[in-house]
């Protein structure tokens, strides 16, 4: 397969695909601007064998062409990491003149791919009473005028790198669609090839034992991951309030703790695969109650199928953690995806800080660590230990897909 560090670049016009959504405050300052640097080892390196760089991306979720997401407010930041001037088509599809004249060493920022409702292939201002046949045409029309935009952006380049894993779980025609234009010519950036051996290495050749620590509010949103794993795994620590689920399922009194109804049947499903494999999912335990799910109520420490009426899980307990230290602590590979109590209250972040702790300290004794999901990787970075855990997934919705063991559209599109 061809990579950046194969590639011939010399002379080459390439066009990537970054995750360059990063958030803007009212005065459309970046807020946090770890995706932009995420990306920069990846451009420098086309920019240092020789080759030049279109840049595409999205901002948010615009309807249309806007102010607001607009990738101009971005271009600084970029240049300061790039240590170049970056130029700025303001129509991706009207860029001809400028990529002609773009040079070996030179960058050209094209403007958000979503001011096209082509970028994603999903009819824009449909009324709201369309009639089924309505929304087919309006369907089948965009699909035609898709492939005409993609071609267009395909026009630019002599080569295509997608490195913008956040968005691989979507086929659209930036992440997806365009790699078919450049049989020989396309890769990976080096944001893709990390988080792709990273999620392997949990999948595949995980050194054993192999833990997953899976926190969170539903149980329906993390599943699909619960399925996957369990056939890998040698233990499975299943917290935050999710856990309220199966014990409601095993018929413990869970006061008024989040529970998803509809989802008994699955946790049922998942307790008895557990067993099976010989897992222990150990839901038993002490936990941390409050009497209202705010951060001044008050609150105590109770076995967790005998919560008192009017009180409801908050966090877990000191007792937990120190069984999941020792289970980590004899762990070869520990994934971690999800916080562990209502994290975002600091008197309920306590285990969810601790958790991120105990993975810096596993990760310094050797053990491999993955952290992914938006609100564990928040805590790991609030706690000051990104760069203290084997690995920070940075995808969001693509990394629980892959976890899954979906094909992600953007990934296969290089591959195949
Ligand atoms: P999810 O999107 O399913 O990963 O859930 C993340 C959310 O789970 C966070 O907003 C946490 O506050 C929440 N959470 C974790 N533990 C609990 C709990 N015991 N009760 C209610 N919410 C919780």
Partial sequence: MTTIETYDFTG????????????????????DDTRIKAAIPTLKKVLEKGGSLIIMSHLGRPKGPAEKFSLKHIISRIEEYLGTKVRFAEDCQKAEAQVAALKP??????????????????????????????????????????????????????????????TAHRAHASTALI?????????????????????????????????????GA????????????IDRVDHLIIGGGMVYT?????????????????????????????????????????????????????????????????????????SSLKLWQEIIDNSGTVLWNGPLGVFEM???????????EM????????????????????AVTQMGYADKVSYVSTGGGAMLEYLEGKELPGIKAIRE
């Fill in 12 to 31: 080459k016009k390439a066009i990537i695909r970054v995750d360059f959504n990063v958030p803007l405050n009212e005065q459309f300052e970046i807020t």
């Fill in 105 to 166: 060493g030179e960058v050209l920022l094209l403007e958000n791919l979503r001011f096209y409702a082509e970028e994603e292939g999903k009819p824009r201002g449909l009324a709201d009473d369309a009639t089924d046949e309505e929304k087919q045409a309006a369907k089948a029309a965009i699909k035609e005028s898709q492939k005409a935009f993609v071609a267009k952006l395909a026009s630019y380049a002599d080569c295509y790198i997608n490195d913008a894993f956040g």
């Fill in 359 to 378: 993975l810096a300290n596993a990760t310094k004794k050797g053990t491999f660590t993955l952290v992914g999901g938006g609100d564990s990787v928040a």
């Fill in 346 to 356: 600091p008197n309920f972040a306590k285990s969810t800080n601790a958790m991120a």
């Fill in 218 to 229: 539903k149980v329906s949103s993390k599943i699909g991951i619960i399925e996957n794993l």
């Fill in 179 to 215: 790699a078919k234009y450049f049989p020989k010519d396309k890769m990976f950036g080096y944001v893709m090839e990390g988080e792709i051996r990273a999620i392997d290495k949990i999948l595949h050749n995980p050194a054993r034992p192999l833990t997953a620590i899976l926190g």
């Fill in 246 to 318: 199966f014990i409601k399922a095993l018929g413990g009194k869970i006061g008024n703790s989040i529970c998803e109804d509809d989802q008994i049947e699955t946790a049922k499903s998942i307790m008895a695969k557990a067993e099976s494999k010989g897992i222990d999912l150990a839901l038993r335990r002490e936990v941390v109650v409050a009497d209202s799910f705010s951060n001044d109520a008050n609150f105590k420490i109770v076995d967790n199928f005998e919560i008192p009426d009017g009180w409801e899980a908050m966090d877990a307990a000191p």
